[in-house]
């Protein structure tokens, strides 16, 4: 009797279900839909997780993690920043986002067209808006988030202000607040509301608004909600501190995370300023808007793990991809360079904190990911 034998692409829909289940990687995903059509109708089939977020470098080169081979974003060298799912380009003062590889782009105004935005000139429960002159001053994108099809909000640097930036997609113009900050700022669209933290963790919200007859954008009410507690300064005998402020959405919770690095100056002088880190330390707080306080978490979740990027971040659940809980995934931050790569502990573009035991650790081989201008940015691509 001759032997019957199968082809792969005959594998039942539940056994398919099972294998892709397995494949965190967006790209190993595409691969799988590309064997034939049984599997590609297959993966249709089933409800998956949203991929692991992919690591883009300056110039546009991504990995798909678990790492894998490298890839190439089309127009890579306009590629600025992710917003979540989106990609953030900039050139020659224009700027859209785009999301993944689709055609579908939001294009927003060029950055060399702005004006003050009309806002009140108090703070309620905080201080007074100093304002600036906007004069003969170069606007940079430092972040960018998509509040809705109708607005975006962006931390913007013009001159030696870091500041808050507002625009309708497909208008003419940038509206910028004088609400100037520290370079420790982040923003964040959550339950409706705008949100911006400073470096002293207190947290306002805004209230943007349109003009009726001209469309121009307006911001009604700036409320600090939450005031940060005083810092207990921590000296570094010899050396350098560090913070980073962060922002992330956890399952409706509004957490602020504060990244601390300690380390040494540069041996050499002329590699700008960067420090050698020797240790890092993470603090988890949850915004309480009942109390209008922060309230500090030792924890992130055993089931959860942390994105963070001066450009995206994002709280993932771990069982989803065999990942450890209770760990963060950051990136080197870009107010003092490259400075962690140095570090025996971290050296290449992405380090996992593990808040169980404050250990710091890189998947990466020493030097995977050097030679690069910029910090990389994480990209949440749609499944």
């Keep these: 009797m001759a032997m019957y034998r199968r082809s792969w692409s005959d594998i039942p829909s539940e056994l398919a279900g099972l294998v892709l289940l397995r494949l965190p990687a967006h790209s190993d995903r595409i691969r799988f839909t590309a064997v034939c059509r049984h599997w590609c109708a297959s993966a249709k089939q089933h409800s998956l997780p949203p991929p692991l ?78 304002y600036t ?63 911006v933290v400073d470096g002293w963790r207190n947290l306002y919200i805004l209230d943007v608004e349109e003009e009726s007859d001209s469309g121009s954008l307006f911001i009604s009410r700036i409320e600090r909600i939450i005031k940060g507690p005083p810092w207990s300064f921590r000296e570094y005998p010899g050396g350098l501190v560090i913070f980073d402020t962060y922002l992330v959405e956890d399952r409706g919770a509004l957490l602020l995370i504060r990244g ?27 915004a309480d808007f009942q109390s209008l306080q922060w309230v500090e978490k030792t924890s992130v979740g055993d089931d959860q793990v942390l994105f963070l990027g001066p450009r995206c971040s994002k709280s993932i659940c771990a069982s989803q991809y065999n990942l450890k809980g209770n760990c963060i995934f950051f990136l080197d931050n870009d107010n003092c360079g490259w400075y962690w790569k140095h ?41």
């Design 53 to 130: 977020p992919w690591l883009v470098l300056p110039g546009g080169t991504f990995f798909c993690l678990p790492l894998s081979e490298s890839f190439q974003i089309p127009n890579g060298a306009e590629f600025h920043s992710s917003c979540a799912e989106w990609f953030v380009f900039s050139h020659d003062e224009a700027c859209s986002l785009v999301i993944n590889f689709t055609k579908v782009t939001l294009e927003l105004p060029d950055l060399n067209i702005f004006d003050l935005i009309d806002e009140p000139h108090e703070v309620i429960n905080g201080q007074n808006i100093c």
């Design 260 to 286: 601390t690095i300690y380390g040494w100056p540069p041996v050499d002088n002329h590699s700008g300023f960067e420090i050698r880190a020797a240790r890092f330390e993470f603090e988890v707080c949850e």
């Design 133 to 195: 002159l906007l004069d003969h001053v170069i606007m940079s994108i430092h972040k960018v988030i998509l509040c809705s099809v109708l607005l975006v909000a962006a931390i913007v640097d013009i001159g030696d202000l870091r500041t808050l930036a507002l625009c309708r997609p497909g208008g003419n113009e940038w509206f910028v607040s004088a609400l100037g900050y520290d370079r420790s700022i982040d923003i964040i669209f959550h339950e409706g509301k705008l949100y």
């Design 343 to 383: 570090a025996p502990s971290a050296p290449s573009s992405y380090a996992i904190y593990d808040m169980n035991d404050g250990s710091v650790r890189s998947p990466l081989p020493r030097g995977s990911c050097k030679g690069e201008e910029a910090p990389a940015t994480w990209h949440f691509p749609l499944g």
